[in-house]
């Protein structure tokens, strides 16, 4: 039972345009969500995060869009740049304390020069 | 900071062996540990919280005899695969709990097993 995902398995974007990855859940406890970036044979890198009280975080190039109603969320990066090819992973966990993410399938995300 | 290292980067061993694997947090102290496994192309399954001075807990299917976890210090975590088979193989990645925001995990680099 796949409570994140991310139907898309891969992306690509020209340099300098916007890139939209996107993320549903289906788990309405969920009240906290997180995206992390991934290169090949490493670890994931944390990049944005967004509680179930707000609807946007921003953070430099990237932004994160919550739509509780529809339980989905994205990730917007702007401009793209070729360093941001990698895999992108949303997270999601629920409840004060409880520290258990459940991660989404990723999305790759190629930025083309 | 924030960093957390794993050790061996990677490993290939035979089947029935077991391999130790490490995960210390290099520039901060981590009461709480999570390992998770990836198979290609595929997402990161939680497989055990591992705290500080206290039994983990694994995950539902994970079974805890064959992957032995212990949390001795505030900044290392070890996972061991006993008598580890090739459907072992896999991609083995801890991250720890950091003091910033709420669930925001580091995770370390991350071990590749192979079982022979």
């Known amino acids: 039972d796949q409570q994140v995902k991310q139907n898309s398995p891969s992306l690509s974007v020209q340099e300098g345009r916007i890139s939209i990855l996107n993320c549903d859940y289906t788990?309405?406890?969920?009240?906290?969500f997180l995206w992390y970036k991934k290169y090949p044979a490493e670890g994931p890198t944390f990049l944005i995060s967004i509680s179930s009280i707000k609807d946007k975080n921003e953070d430099g190039r990237f932004t994160v869009f919550l739509n509780k109603s529809a339980k989905h969320l994205s990730l917007h990066i702007v401009p793209s740049q070729p360093g941001d090819s990698a895999v992108y992973f949303c997270a999601a966990s629920w409840g004060f304390g409880n520290e258990k993410l459940t991660f989404g399938t990723g999305t790759r995300l190629t930025i083309i020069p | 900071g924030a960093v957390v290292s794993q050790h061996p980067s990677w490993v290939i061993c035979k089947s029935g062996t077991s391999v130790k694997i490490e995960c210390r947090s290099l520039?901060?102290?981590?009461?709480?540990m999570f390992w998770y496994r990836q198979f290609p192309k595929q997402s990161l399954m939680l497989m055990a919280t591992?705290?500080?001075?206290?039994?983990?807990?694994?995950e539902q299917g994970v079974e805890k005899d064959k992957f032995l976890i212990n949390h001795a210090s505030l900044t290392l975590s070890t996972l061991t695969v006993t008598s580890a088979h090739p459907e072992d193989s896999s991609f083995y990645i801890c991250?720890?709990?950091?003091?910033?925001?709420?669930?925001?995990?580091?995770f370390g680099p991350g071990t590749r097993l192979t079982v022979l």
């Open positions: 991250s720890a709990r950091g003091t910033g925001g709420h669930n925001e995990q580091f």
């Open positions: 520039d901060f102290q981590a009461t709480t």
């Open positions: 591992s705290n500080e001075g206290s039994k983990a807990t694994h």
């Open positions: 788990n309405s406890m969920f009240d906290y």
